[in-house]
């Protein structure tokens, strides 16, 4: 990997805009966004946490899958121009890796994740609610989930990592600077330091340990799933989330009395802590209590069963759960009471 | 690459089949208009699979083969009318364009049927997946025994009489009604399927080597354990299970069993491995 010291990240930034649409992530009176960034000067980068994931550039929150005729159906796969994610925080990272993993087959999500270049930021203090370090997540991006990884050093100055083949061809033609040892030194020891100023998030590893054992009775869910009301805050924020519905639609209607000679089908975020997620047409519900469906969700982040497929939880740690929930049971509350109570 | 856009096909024919029940048959048209990869192969669909039906700006909903595309493309599905997307399709006339997509999913383990003791137990529109296997094992005479149990609600529930009557000609055929409303002549007895278990496990060489249920779930668990309880091992026991489905490709997580996808890893499973995915009493 070759590493580069950098003495000015708008330098960075403004190269790879010209040949990419730039999105970075601002600060806007205490909340942070993904935005388009479109010409110089570019903003600092943002030590929050955007309220949004990265999720929604590859998996869009709605779009149209195919559309008919009258004679044919045609898909609609999206063709966007090449873009780069600036200052991706690890936790975003590993999720984008574990949807790369989910949607590998989606020729939707993939025909966007492959116009995207990933530049990664190290985070150097904890954020709130994170706990990216227990699940392996962060808080140093992973060599395997960004193109380039950036490093704050002293002085304005950042290292520069290459991870990939596309990160390096992304720098031809900038004059970069080698890095030395030190700085490199300076990168672990200030991980190091970072893991060192997470808040004792024990309780997590042994609510895994709990749930994975078996040990929470469907009262307990059920007793927890009294404060959800389904709003889907957790699983649209949630970065690893993915369930979607489908609806098809009518497009154009030629005349009142003929059946409308175009159509399409549109795909959605959904969330499996909706009421009707799994009820049949026959009216047959497999999760009809509400408390199966909030095991289901924390299921799916912590079990083992998922480790085969994906090499790690489904949970990277970002804390956007308990950060949105209006009834408490985000991460955190679920955790410490699976340790409390169950 | 997955395709999630559907193949066109024509509705070519159908007929009413019991109370709001219609068998149709599609036919697949030229696909040439698919811009990147098929579906699966149409050709090398397996009985117990399934296609998701696209009927466009409706819906789209999966259906179980009775008769898997011929050489002509011609493929038939059992249709219970019940929501949106069905009570669309029985309002159209033959020669329609509809969509399909599949075929999906795992379907019977036909190597694991045939030349055995076979027992069948369709309930309801769920004999319909069950329609290929056992027209399958007549047609080619592969079976040591083969017996079907048929349950119904009541006299207006009964669908695929035509079936189970031609292969009455062959095996035993046990239909059951549960409001005990059953017509002469037609070797009926009230009650459910579990009722009638003792009588045709009596009627077996020795127990069955193979056991396929479809139907409600309620009705496959009560058959399955009650087999069970009377030595057929659960390693003999194969069930298919309906959940909601939007995608057809373990996507969309509409369909989840504790891990799996009933759409990818079933919607055939056997019984030992699908008790540790659906929790006890459901
Ligand atoms: C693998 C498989 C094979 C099948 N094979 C067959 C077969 O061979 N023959 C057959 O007849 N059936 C079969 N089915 C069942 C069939 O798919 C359903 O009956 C079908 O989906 C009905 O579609 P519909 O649009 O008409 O009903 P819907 O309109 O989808 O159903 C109505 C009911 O569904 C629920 N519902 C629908 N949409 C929503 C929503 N947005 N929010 C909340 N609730 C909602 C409600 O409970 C509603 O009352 C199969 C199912 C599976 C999974
Ligand atoms: S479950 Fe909560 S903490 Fe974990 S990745 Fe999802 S939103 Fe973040
Ligand atoms: S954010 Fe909380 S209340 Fe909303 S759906 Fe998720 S668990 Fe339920
Ligand atoms: S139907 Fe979408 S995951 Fe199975």
Redesign the interface.
């Known amino acids: 990997m070759q590493q580069y010291v950098l003495h000015s990240l708008q330098q960075l930034q403004a190269h790879l805009s010209q040949s990419r649409q730039l999105y970075q992530v601002v600060d806007n009176h205490g909340d942070a966004y993904w935005q388009h960034q479109a010409q110089p000067p570019f903003p600092v980068l943002s030590q929050q946490r955007p309220l949004s994931s990265a999720k929604s550039f590859f998996f869009a929150e709605q779009e149209t ?2 559309v ?1 005729d ?6 609609t ?1 999206p063709k966007p121009e090449p873009f780069v994610l600036f200052g991706v925080q690890s936790c975003d990272l590993m999720a984008i890796h574990y949807q790369d993993i ?2 590998e ?4 999500y ?1 025909a966007r994740r492959q116009q995207a270049l990933l530049v990664g930021v190290d985070c150097v203090h904890p954020c709130q609610n994170g706990f990216c370090n227990l699940v392996d997540a962060g808080p140093g991006v992973r060599d395997n989930t960004a193109d380039l990884i950036l490093h704050p050093l002293d002085d304005d100055r950042w290292l520069l990592i290459v991870v990939t083949e596309p990160g390096r061809a992304a720098l031809q033609g900038l004059a970069l600077t080698p890095a030395t040892g030190h700085a490199q030194n300076l990168r672990s020891d200030n991980l190091t330091q970072c893991e060192h100023e997470f808040d004792d998030h024990s309780y997590i590893l042994e609510g895994i340990e709990k749930l994975n054992r078996d040990q929470a009775p ?1 009262a307990f869910w059920q007793q927890l799933a009294i404060q959800c009301i389904a709003c889907s805050g957790c699983t649209t924020l949630c970065p690893t989330c ?10 154009l209607q030629d005349a009142p009395d003929k ?2 000679s175009q ?1 399409r ?1 549109v ?1 959605f975020w ?1 969330s ?1 802590l909706y009421e009707g ?6 009216l ?1 519900h ?1 999760a009809e209590q509400a408390g199966e469906r909030v095991k ?1 969700f924390w ?2 982040k912590f ?1 083992d ?2 480790l085969p ?1 994906f090499g790690r939880y489904g949970c990277v740690g970002c804390g956007r759960c308990e950060q949105t929930c209006p009834g408490v049971i985000g991460v955190h509350s679920v955790m410490k009471r699976i340790e409390k109570d169950a | 690459m997955h395709s999630l856009t559907p193949t066109a096909v024509r509705l070519i024919d159908f007929y009413d089949d019991g109370e709001h029940a219609r068998h149709f048959t599609f036919r697949l048209l030229n696909t040439a208009s698919q811009t990147t990869e098929v579906q699966g192969d149409w050709m090398k669909a397996k009985t117990g699979q399934f296609f998701m039906l696209c009927l466009p700006s409706v819906g789209e909903a999966p259906f179980t083969f009775t008769q898997l595309p011929d050489q002509h493309g011609n493929f038939r599905a059992l249709v219970r009318k019940i929501g949106r997307v069905t009570s669309a399709l029985f309002e159209l006339e033959a020669g329609q364009i509809l969509g399909a997509k599949g075929p999906y999913g795992k379907g019977w383990p036909m190597d694991q049927v045939c030349n055995k003791r076979v027992l069948v137990v369709g309930g309801g529109c769920g004999l319909a997946p069950l329609v290929g296997v056992v027209n399958q094992l007549i047609e080619q005479k592969t079976y040591t025994q083969l017996m079907v149990v048929y349950g119904a609600r009541n006299r207006q529930a009964k669908m695929l009489r035509p079936e189970r009557s031609d292969w009455q000609r062959h095996i035993p055929v046990f239909n059951m009604i549960e409001n005990g409303d059953t017509e002469p002549g037609e070797n009926e007895s009230g009650g459910t399927p579990v009722d009638i278990l003792p009588t045709v496990l009596g009627q077996f060489d020795e127990s069955p080597d193979v056991v396929l249920l479809a139907g409600p779930q309620a009705m496959m668990f009560a058959v399955a354990k009650y087999l069970v309880a009377s030595g057929v091992t659960e390693q003999s026991i194969y069930l298919s299970i309906e959940r909601r489905m939007h995608c057809g490709v373990r996507t969309c997580g509409h369909c989840y069993l504790k891990d799996k996808y009933v759409c990818s890893d079933g919607p055939t499973f056997r019984w030992d491995d699908l008790k540790r995915y659906i929790p006890a009493g459901s």
């Open positions: 899958l195919y008919f009258g004679q044919f159906f045609r898909e796969i989910f949607f087959q989606d020729p939707y993939q469907d993915s369930c979607y519905g489908t609806q098809n639609q009518a497009v059946p409308p159509a089908q795909r959904d499996c997620f799994q009820r049949e047409a026959s047959h497999p289901r299921y799916h079990s069963d998922f497929e």
